[in-house]
Nanobody, 124 residues
Framework: QVQLVESGGGLVQAGGSLRLSCAASGRTFSSYAMGWFRQAPGKEREFVLA????????YYADSVKGRFTISRDNAKNTVYLQMNSLKPEDTAVYYC?????????????????WGQGTQVTVSS
């Protein structure tokens, strides 16, 4: 069992930056690939970024390439989402998720555990 807790969301102006953190419980954090998803009101949950167990491989949605970065610190059981050059269309609830296996990193159903989400609002 893995529990995930996101933090760092808030209100920011367009062009600004935020850093989200996702802290995981348990001693097996390095056994899980991690992903960030987001869901805006009235829309489906969409993939944002993912990172492999070791952190050696990362995957990005086209919409965030060059602006968002994912990283992890296995010693701290934490995964991070650095968001730069934020746009109003980035406004959503952001969720981190843990996946024990498989390669479908962009598919929500591939993930075993989810956090409760943190709101990010970007004003124009």
């Amino acid at each position: 069992q893995v529990q995930l807790v996101e933090s760092g969301g808030g209100l920011v102006q367009a062009g600004g930056s935020l850093r989200l953190s996702c802290a995981a419980s348990g001693r097996t954090f390095s056994s899980y690939a991690m992903g960030w998803f987001r869901q805006a009101p009235g829309k489906e949950r969409e993939f944002v970024l993912a990172i492999s167990r070791s952190g050696g491989s990362t995957y990005y949605a086209d919409s965030v390439k060059g602006r968002f970065t994912i990283s992890r610190d296995n010693a701290k059981n934490t995964v991070y989402l650095q968001m730069n050059s934020l746009k109003p269309e980035d406004t959503a609830v952001y969720y981190c998720a843990a996946r024990s296996g498989g390669i479908r990193y962009s598919v929500p159903n591939s993930y075993d555990y989810w956090g409760q989400g943190t709101q990010v609002t970007v004003s124009s």
